[in-house]
């Protein structure tokens, strides 16, 4: 979990990011200038061991937030 959140963190234009072990998924906020795309995440996460099967994109007034399912979090 530490490990997700911290590849996650490290990311251009996310400023915060929760991880959920028990469902799964991580929650990235990322700055309204981000250019962070889903491939770059997914890839991101792969180069680390971990899958990612689903993604949930929110448009906030000011920021974009993206919701991932990844998969080998133990």
Do not use: Q
């Not at 959140?5 to 309204?32: M, S």
């Not at 448009?59 to 399912?69: H, I, L, P």
């Amino acid at each position: 979990m530490k490990k997700v959140r911290e590849t996650l963190n490290k990311l251009d234009g996310v400023h915060g990011t929760e991880v959920d072990f028990a469902a799964k998924t991580a929650t990235l906020k990322l700055r309204p200038e981000s250019k962070l795309t889903k491939a770059d995440i997914e890839k991101a996460l792969k180069d680390k061991g971990y899958g990612v099967s689903s993604y949930e994109e929110k448009a906030a007034e000011k920021a974009k937030e993206y919701t991932v399912v990844v998969s080998g979090m133990t």
